[in-house]
DNA sequence: CTGAAAGCGCTTACAG
DNA sequence: CTGAAAGCGCTTACAG
């Protein structure tokens, strides 16, 4: 819904001035509300008075027009009614305000095309940047953005290309927070459970097991196990039948849905947590709390993933045209409760 | 980023017609691809072929100016990092973009200012419409939109007010719902949680409870607790530990979040669902799952929200201007557990 | 069947 | 300190 109602001219008409002035006077009252320089102080106030008498709204798309900048950023996740995403997407949204941005938002349900349509849409309808979770298979697309010089920032995983910024975790490290609680506790039978899509990360996080496994001398325990993200429950439910049947102590989980999953096939199992098998999570989650046993996982700082990602972005956009690209990793944090044993 | 690139003038130029006859054919030919009428077969083919190959895209904001519409619409939420909005939110995020409507998201956090503000934002975005979930002290904005003549979606609450389309739950049946699952496995002394603000779901959920405990002649046992949005592990927590000492049967949770603090509370309690409590959820959460106990809860149709709400969204703006609000009324269903009882 | 022209509302050099 | 004018890219009557 256009102002059907008050334009600049109107304005114009009724201070007697002309509407290139009210213009003027209108975007530098919102930049340096103080000295309102070049304009008279007087037909300055006169013309502020007036919008604001007849509810003057600029109207966006005659701005956009003309300055060829929309004010919106596109956020393109893997879904946005995952808990980890829908956090993010809270903190994006609520910063993204505050520099007068808008942001649309998009799922890819970890799949390409869904990815590449979504970049056209949103490039069609005028977006000054992206943020972007990738998923396999979207390496090439996203090179053409960082290509066509298109603001871009990645989250959460990158795609190993020089050049282009994201923000991620330190995946590795949060790896081993959780393995090394596990094997404090006294296991050494730990194994990994982590999606089968070649992830950064993903990547990553097995990495951080199989080093720390390996630290710890328990390398001869390493199994990691590759669920289907489209049959999550399904097979983690046989992983886990399968590891109490082989004795395995102790398990990692790669995201939080593994965790989730993890729990879930566990109770149906009737194994105990932390007594028969114990168990690290990944990111917090409300659901954690409703389960029997307090969950020890590992936090990943959610705000600033949202935050980080807003300001690079921002970086990008206003940028000099030889501004570098950035990347910002985040650090996790252990959360401990008794899953992983004592 | 605007397409720096191909315009309508530069396809115009190159197929050696005015640009008005490229802006017919490109408009047509979404429409209507089959009758490319009023424009000779050929001149039409070929301005599309040019279009391809110079990579032409509309520019949007040009495209808005002149016709006066963004295909953008407001989604105004409570908290999208809440699942039940977050569920909401991707469903009409899906269905907008079929619609070829892009949606931007704000979240009032219940507060009226918040709500107020967003309204403002979007309205000076230029959105078409407005979806909202209205807080306690939004009714005057909301009847603002309305009186402005903007199209207006209520979800999830209306505000009691005539000439405004919403889409909501049939509260009082999905309470009557829960209060008879627990009467039916033998409890008598069913309480209730709710939130202490005024808003219709709320209202009429309360209604529901009392209404059904009456039917079964248990409105002695009647009793409603008003939980602080702001304070609820706290108030909650409270509730519950009272509730065990003067020996509630049963609890009735008027949302998805009280139904966590509940089970969480009784946790801490030692209070075990279903022996020494018995208790019915609200809405479908992963949570639940991984509860000792499966969770009996109401369902709400959740993607029906989404799509109904969008659906007459579309109906708004595209409407006659003597278009009628309509209410759209959806059905809850009981998903049944172990925690109700037997 | 096709073209010339106005105009959507704003910003931005350019004059003065 | 202020104004006249061009132009962003598109659509839409209006002519022919």
Same mark, same amino acid.
């Given at each position: ?14 201070? @007697?001035? *002309? ?26 106030? =006169?013309? /502020?008075?007036?919008?604001? =008498? ?10 956009? /027009? ?7 950023? @596109? ?30 938002? @998009? *799922? ?9 349509? /979504?970049?056209?849409?949103?490039? !069609? ?17 996203? =090179? ?11 989250? !959460? =995983?990158?795609? @190993? ?148 990602? /807003? ?6 956009? *206003? ?5 570098? *690209? ?17």
């Amino acid at each position: 819904m256009m102002n059907k109602k008050t334009t600049i001219k109107d304005i114009a008409a009724e201070a @007697g001035v *002309s509407i290139a002035l009210v213009s003027f006077v209108m975007n530098n009252q919102s930049r340096n509300p103080e000295k309102t320089y070049k304009v008279s102080e007087e037909t300055s106030r =006169r013309i /502020l008075e007036i919008a604001k =008498r007849l509810d003057y709204h600029p109207n966006n798309a005659a701005r956009t /027009l003309r300055q060829g900048k929309t004010n919106t950023i @596109g956020v393109i996740l893997s879904d946005i009614s995952n808990k980890f995403f829908s956090d993010i997407a809270r903190c994006i949204e609520d910063r993204a305000y505050k520099y007068n941005y808008t942001v649309i938002f @998009g *799922s890819t349900d970890e799949n390409a095309g869904k990815l590449e349509n /979504l970049v056209k849409v949103f490039i !069609d309808k005028g977006v000054d940047g992206l943020i972007i979770v990738p998923c396999v298979g979207s390496e090439k697309c996203i =090179r053409q953005i960082a290509d066509a010089r298109i603001p871009l920032v990645l989250m !959460d =995983r990158h795609i @190993g290309e020089e050049g282009i910024s994201s923000v991620v975790l330190n995946n590795r490290y949060a790896v081993s927070l959780a393995v090394t609680a596990l094997a404090d506790s006294g296991c050494s039978k730990i194994e990994m459970i982590a999606y089968n899509m070649r992830l950064s990360n993903i990547i990553d996080r097995e990495a951080g097991y199989r080093q720390t496994m390996k630290e710890m001398k328990l390398d001869e325990h390493t199994a990691i196990h590759r669920i289907d993200y489209r049959r999550i429950d399904e097979q983690v439910s046989e992983v886990m039948r399968s590891a109490v049947e082989r004795g395995v102590e102790g398990f990692v989980f790669a995201t939080n849905t593994l965790t989730i999953a993890g729990l879930k096939a566990l109770d149906r199992l009737g194994t105990a947590v932390p007594e028969q098998m114990r168990i690290v999570g990944f990111d917090d989650n409300e659901a954690f709390e409703l389960y029997r046993t307090s969950i020890t996982y590992v936090s990943q700082p959610v705000e600033q993933f949202g935050s980080e990602a /807003l300001d690079l972005m921002m970086k990008h956009i *206003s940028g000099k045209e030889h501004m570098q *690209s950035i990347t910002v990793t985040l650090k996790p944090q252990l959360v401990t409760g008794n899953s992983s044993g004592k």
